[in-house]
């Protein structure tokens, strides 16, 4: 079904899923009503911010600046969301004008425009296609809730697509897990530093193979006693 529709009942790990509370029975045309309000309070927030009080608190401009971070997470996410949705239904490259989806992407969302950073078209386009694979449920269910930066999750996806060959057949899950924890502490960059140590504590036999000059060799996998890796370990 499309549009209108769809059937309503939500699933898990859905983007209907995600919402709580008295937002789960709205329509659609308020969310967009409560979009335009939001947009207009960030429009008209210079103007008011001489009432913060000093002196930080969740009062003052620390506080607000908590909340605005993570109203933009939420748009970061709301855009995948909406190019995801868009890719299921085949828009992003039907009508007159042929299109790639990330040139579909850049025409309606024109500030993805501005390269390839975490709210760049490639990335959005990125984890847009990822959410489409149950093994990345995850990932998204993280990014819904406003733990997990849409530019960390394309690190998450994007690292857990080259060490899942390698993993022990029952450490998928721990590991995809602990990728996801590290870059809501530390970002993408966190991520990307802990492959060895993953390896070591998830990875199966034959696991540690390097490839610095275009071709492969072996080393004995790391002792599967190493400790976890935590945020701290990431420097």
């Avoid at 007159?96 to 579909?104: F, R, S, V």
């Avoid at 760049?120 to 386009?125: E, L, P």
């Avoid at 590991?175 to 924890?181: F, K, P, R, S």
């Amino acid at each position: 079904m499309e549009g209108n529709q769809r059937d309503q009942t939500a699933e898990p790990g859905t983007s209907r899923a995600a919402g709580t509370g008295s937002d789960m029975g709205l329509s659609l045309a308020e969310h967009r009503e409560r979009i335009a309000a939001g947009r207009a309070s960030m429009v008209a927030l210079g103007s008011v911010l001489w009432q913060a009080p000093s002196g930080g608190g969740p009062d003052g401009l620390s506080g607000l600046l908590s909340e605005v971070d993570a109203l933009g997470m939420a748009c970061d996410a709301g855009r995948v969301a909406v190019v995801h949705e868009a890719m299921q239904r085949g828009e992003t490259s039907g009508g007159p004008a042929a299109m790639t989806t990330a040139q579909w992407v850049r025409h309606h969302a024109p500030s993805t425009r501005a390269g390839g950073g975490a709210g760049g078209a490639a990335t959005v386009v990125a984890v847009a296609q990822a959410f489409q694979k149950h093994v990345n449920a995850p990932v998204r269910e993280a990014v819904e809730a406003g733990r997990l930066a849409v530019g960390s999750a394309a690190a998450v996806v994007s690292e857990y697509d080259k060490l899942r060959p390698m993993l022990g057949d029952l450490m998928h899950e721990p590991a995809l897990t602990t990728l996801i924890d590290l870059a809501v502490d530390g970002g993408p960059r966190a991520c990307r530093k802990v492959r060895p140590l993953i390896l070591a504590r998830y990875g199966g036999r034959g696991c540690c193979r390097t490839s610095r000059t275009g071709g492969s060799r072996s080393s004995p996998c790391p002792s599967r006693s190493t400790p976890a890796p935590t945020p701290s370990s990431t420097g």
